[in-house]
């Protein structure tokens, strides 16, 4: 299933006014932790699958990118992408992340930020980055944490009074299809375990060098409910690196 919850006008209206829509990268509170596992980008030739707005397109080309490709389901994610930045060095494609078909070892760089948890499937869509990838090749990515995303709630335990308690997880090993409420309702997820996201780097011929659950940056401390995100991990972010060996 190919859900485009962010073509949606209700949907995207919302996105719209979160703080990393309107601040970029600095608003979204995984960022330093990612930017941390990114190899040097001078001259290198990247992709980012699941673009959205463009932010992390910009920051390959400010730190020196040769090019970048930036690839989104939503016509209306990339529409903004697009008038944010008029750089020929940035290429922007509308695609579903399952549909890509770029040529062998046509990248040095692969990220994606908070887009696999939407996918039905990512053995495959491993596979083809790897292959997309030069050898020493790296791979990052971020994902909604499964302990995040293992119930359709996706929500704490409140007492009587409306505070929480506690982050329930069930149903982890039932992997699949979640029926969440994420700014609307009916936002379709996929819940896989942290075992599964590992044996598909590594069945596609990946090294994992990196495993983060990032929390939120000193600065970030100050915004209401912010603490709370340290009690239970939100984001997972992986760096996988491809055989330099490999062809």
Partial sequence: ?????????EFFSAYKQMPRSIQGLEGAGEWHVFKALLPELRNKDVLDLGCGFGWHCRYMREQGARSVVGVDISEKMLRQA???SEDPAISYVQLPIEDIAFDHSRFDVVI????????????????????????GGR?????????????????WHYDAEGNRMHWPVDHYQSQGIRSTTF???????????I???FNA????GFTIKAVKEPMPS?????????????????FLILSAQKDSAAN
């Fill in 1 to 9: 299933m190919k859900q485009n919850k962010y073509n949606d006008s």
């Fill in 82 to 84: 697009r008038e944010h």
């Fill in 112 to 135: 994606s930020s908070l887009a696999f948890h939407y996918l039905e499937s990512v053995e495959s869509i491993f596979r083809k980055i790897h292959d997309n990838l030069r050898p």
């Fill in 139 to 155: 791979f990052i990515f971020s994902v909604e944490h499964p302990i995040f995303t293992s119930r359709n709630e996706q929500d």
């Fill in 183 to 193: 700014l609307t309702d009916n936002v379709i997820k996929y819940h896989r375990t």
């Fill in 195 to 197: 075992s599964t996201y």
């Fill in 201 to 204: 780097l590594i069945d596609a």
């Fill in 218 to 234: 000193e600065e970030m401390m100050g915004i209401p409910g912010m603490t709370d995100e340290n009690r239970r991990p939100m």
